[in-house]
């Protein structure tokens, strides 16, 4: 049982350059999102989804593109990265029933020069 | 969600119990009390939560007032390894409009050896 699991863990793109950040989870997990956390903002969600198929944004979406082919995978795709972008970027899952805590990933540190 | 305020600071000796306080005063009846920490550098970490009744887990517990106002997070038995910035969230269970976990600044628990 992983949990969930993000990579990479480091990267440094340039202005311009598109990537995919991936998240998994392996508890089956209906809900899953991301967040994005810089110094004196706290956490920020960005886009979130409830299910294979599902997906809706969070407060900071511009930028940013998901999709939910499966349960497992929820990839964050920056279209045409900017410096603003630069940040530590965490993903987290839980059931939809009552109560559930989040899990989150250990994240994965973007600088974009 | 509710909103929530807390200290921005506390410090600890370890082995002492850690009592965080958190004032929610305008919670509503079906929110949740949620409490999160995060280690320096790594994923907010879920620690308990609760709607009325004291809860208690392997890691903390967590007392909330019988006009569900406000809220205490006890590690009973501090270590080093309890440093950390932990978070006091007020929310739908089921998450309420999209889902979205409000981290505020939270507090910085230092335990000191």
């Known amino acids: 049982n992983a949990g969930v699991t993000q990579t990479p863990k480091f990267q440094v793109l340039k202005t311009g350059q598109s990537m995919t950040l991936q998240c998994a989870q392996d508890m089956n997990h209906e809900y899953m999102s991301w967040y994005r956390q810089d110094p004196g903002m706290g956490l920020r969600l960005i886009h979130y989804s409830v299910g294979a198929g599902i997906t809706d944004q969070g407060e900071v979406p511009n930028g940013y593109n998901v999709s939910r082919s499966t349960t497992e995978d929820f990839p964050l795709r920056l279209l045409s990265a900017a410096p603003s972008q630069t940040s530590v970027y965490f993903c987290?899952?839980?059931?939809?029933?009552?109560?559930?805590?989040?899990?989150f990933g250990s994240g994965t540190r973007l600088t974009v020069v | 969600d509710a909103k929530t305020t807390q200290p921005p600071s506390m410090d600890c000796a370890e082995g002492r119990a850690a009592n965080l306080p958190c004032n929610h005063s305008?919670?509503?009846?079906?929110?949740?009390v949620y409490w999160y920490r995060q280690i320096h550098s790594q994923g907010p970490q879920y620690i308990i939560h609760g709607l009325k009744n004291n809860e208690t887990n392997e890691m903390a517990s967590l007392i909330i007032t019988e006009d569900r106002k406000s809220s205490t997070l006890i590690l009973p038995h501090a270590t080093l390894r309890d440093t950390a910035v932990y978070y006091c969230i007020v929310r739908l269970p089921s998450g309420g409009s999209n889902y979205k976990l409000t981290f505020g600044k939270g507090t910085l628990l230092t335990v000191n050896p």
């Open positions: 987290a899952s839980s059931y939809l029933s009552r109560g559930y805590g989040y899990t």
């Open positions: 305008t919670i509503s009846g079906n929110e949740y």
